[in-house]
């Protein structure tokens, strides 16, 4: 006897605390991604910041200036191949932008979700799925049915 009020008041709890664990969880979810999603936004400002310094560099008077003390027979292959070095610098930064931004897309909407979880499971489930513009279906009874017989006029062909 003893053994099944045990087992029924642990059942008791466990079904009484799920939820609270459950919203827990999807807390500690939302939080781990918005620490991800800073994380990626940090990165993201290092590169564009990166990107910016290269546009500048990569200009011609700047490249320059950059090789003034390289003595060479041939300034214009150095030149030549210290644009190239930058150019391919700069599409590698900008293709780690473009992943960080659909990284950043999608972290962002499983913020949301978690976040939609969260207040799903605070709030509770909606009370209607039914559409709202339905009309409430009524039934009537076969007394009520013949009482709205005869409020009804008669239509009358002429």
Request: glycine share 4%; no cysteine; proline share 4%.
């Amino acid at each position: 006897m003893t053994v099944q009020l045990i087992t029924i008041r642990a059942f008791a709890l466990f079904v009484l605390l799920t939820p609270a664990w459950a919203q827990e969880g999807s807390q500690e979810r939302a939080a781990r991604l918005r620490a991800q999603l800073g994380d990626v936004q940090a990165q993201q400002t290092d590169l564009q910041a990166r990107l910016a310094q290269i546009d500048e560099d990569i200009k011609p008077e700047n490249i320059e200036r950059s090789l003034a003390g390289i003595g060479s027979v041939h300034p214009e292959d150095l030149r030549e191949a210290r644009r190239r070095q930058l150019d391919v610098q700069r599409k590698g930064i900008q293709s780690q932008l473009e992943t960080l931004a659909s990284t950043r897309t999608r972290l962002e909407a499983a913020i949301a979700a978690a976040d939609a979880e969260v207040y799903r499971r605070t709030v509770g489930p909606t009370t209607s799925t039914a559409p709202k513009s339905q009309a409430p279906i009524i039934k009537h009874s076969h007394r009520q049915k013949h009482r709205l017989k005869k409020r009804r006029p008669h239509r009358r062909n002429t």
